[in-house]
């Protein structure tokens, strides 16, 4: 549009040639409005916004004589009302081919919907499996003090876990502002004594929690999930034990999976066992993952007398078994899963999530 008052007439304007300026800058805008296809908020600020040609056009309107101002300010309305109607008329329209071409019947599109995390959705079926034959899910720290985590666990000063190229350790103060260490919990088993001060027994508990270690490989993350279980009673044996992992390994990894524990050695149980599972990836024959067959879980045993004493329980009347296996781990080897890289979980690749 030509803006009509580029260069500012001081001199007075005749009535009619400031009408017939009016009518032109209607004119212009009128045509702007049929050609163009711009939104009509946007027209409304072009057209009659304080930078208009029209507004500027007002704004000398004092340069009329002053008997003719009510007659040219009547035109100036109607210029403006023409305009705005014109723009409202052409919103209207484009409002209207919008509905014409909008088919109320068709079925809308559903936004897309999010599901639990797969090591979310395992912690909940382990949950679910040790429910049914009485253990309660428990919640201990995340981040405890080295006692509990190692010291009444029966493990001496110069133990390999305890060193600080395999734990997180925390320099913190207690009540009596004396430095101790706290650790980021290396294993759910610094759950074990704490459920024993509970002083309630017998004690059928299973912790699962976010364990904390210095290592990351096909097998290993630095965060990873752990599920502990406990149980104490009276007259408890290794066949109670092996019951229970077999029933587990049956429930979750499905009834053709094998399983096997052999001897090993821990602090805080006595006797004491790996567990091992047959590899969901190469069904035993080897690979990266397992090497050769078998894929540890995580370690078992009967709990050792000194944790016992520790956790205040009477070792004369009570003995119990306690497991700790890798959440990340048995998902890795549930069937028809074929991961063999522990880091994918954790890569936040959605078209590797929603497989799951």
């Known amino acids: ?28 805008a009128l045509a702007v409005i049929a050609d163009s296809n711009k939104a ?76 639990l995390h797969i090591v979310t959705q395992a912690i909940e079926e382990i949950t679910r499996i040790f429910e049914r ?7 201990h720290p995340e981040v405890d003090w080295d006692w509990y985590a190692f010291g009444a666990l029966n493990m001496p000063a110069n133990h390999p876990a305890r060193d600080e190229w395999e734990t997180f350790f925390l320099e913190t103060r207690d009540k009596k502002q004396a430095t101790r260490k706290m650790v980021l919990t ?17 004690i059928r508990m299973i912790n699962i929690a976010k364990c904390y270690r210095r ?60 567990v091992d599972i047959s590899c ?4 035993g024959a080897g690979c990266k993952l397992c090497k050769q067959g078998w894929l540890e879980l995580g370690g078992a045993g009967m709990v050792h007398p000194a944790v016992l004493t520790n956790g205040g329980i009477d070792t004369t009347k009570y003995n119990g078994f306690a497991f700790g296996w890798g959440v990340e781990r048995c998902f890795m080897m549930k069937a028809g899963t074929h991961l063999d890289d522990i880091r994918l979980l954790y890569s936040n690749d959605v078209r590797f999530l929603r497989q799951f």
């Open 40 to 115: 009509a908020d946007v027209l409304r600020i072009e057209l009659l916004g304080a930078k208009s040609s029209l507004s500027k056009l007002t704004r000398q309107i004092r340069l009329v004589p002053d008997a003719d101002r009510a007659q040219v300010g009547t035109v100036v309305n109607d210029v403006k009302k023409s305009i705005i109607d014109a723009i409202n008329k052409k919103g209207a329209s484009k409002i209207n081919d919008l509905r014409s071409s909008f088919d109320p019947t068709m079925p809308g599109i559903r936004p897309p919907e999010g599901h």
């Open 1 to 28: 549009m030509t803006d009509r008052t580029d260069t500012p007439n001081q001199e007075p304007i005749p009535t009619p040639n400031f009408i017939g300026m009016l009518i032109e800058c209607q004119e212009d």
């Open 215 to 274: 290592q990351i490989d096909v097998s290993h993350t630095p965060m990873f999930h752990q599920f502990e279980g406990l149980y104490i009673d009276r007259n408890v044996s290794i066949g109670h034990l092996k019951g229970v992992l077999d029933y587990f390994v049956k429930q979750f990894f499905g009834p053709e999976r094998k399983a096997r524990i052999r001897p090993f050695h821990f602090q805080f149980t006595e006797p004491s066992f790996e």
């Open 280 to 283: 969901g990836v190469c069904n």
């Open 133 to 139: 034959i009485s253990f309660i899910r428990v919640r």
């Open 186 to 202: 290396p294993h759910t088993s610094n759950g074990q004594v704490r459920e024993m001060e509970k002083k309630k027994l017998p």
